[in-house]
Nanobody
Framework: QVQLVESGGGLVRPGGSLRLSCAASIRFFRSYDMAWYRQAPEKQRELVAGISSTGDTNYANSVQGRFTISRDNLQRQIYLQMNDLKPEDTAVYYC????????WGQGTQVTVSS
């Protein structure tokens, strides 16, 4: 059974940083593309950053240059380093794995507020 567990969310002031982690119990983890999504209140879930099985990355325009996605295939984890956080980054952040049918974590809350 596939399980994704996010951690690292919290309350941070504008300009601050957070690092999210996602632990994945996915067999053949290294074979799958992974991604971070987020969903703000009353908004649709949106892609924040993705990382392919070969390590290629892509980012939403709104986070380009501030966020960095990475993966550790040995530990079966992905990370999202978030710098220069803004109030509009406030959302629940979800880890996603491109397994058959797709896999989602339960989400971790990130709140950026002074």
């Amino acid at each position: 059974q596939v399980q994704l567990v996010e951690s690292g969310g919290g309350l941070v002031r504008p300009g601050g940083s957070l690092r999210l982690s996602c632990a994945a119990s996915i067999r053949f983890f290294r074979s799958y593309d992974m991604a971070w999504y987020r969903q703000a209140p009353e908004k649709q879930r949106e892609l924040v950053a993705g990382i392919s099985s070969t390590g290629d990355t892509n980012y939403a325009n709104s986070v380009q240059g501030r966020f960095t996605i990475s993966r550790d295939n040995l530990q079966r984890q992905i990370y999202l380093q978030m710098n220069d956080l803004k109030p509009e980054d406030t959302a629940v952040y979800y880890c996603h794995g491109s397994t058959p049918g797709g896999s989602w974590g339960q989400g971790t809350q990130v709140t950026v507020s002074s």
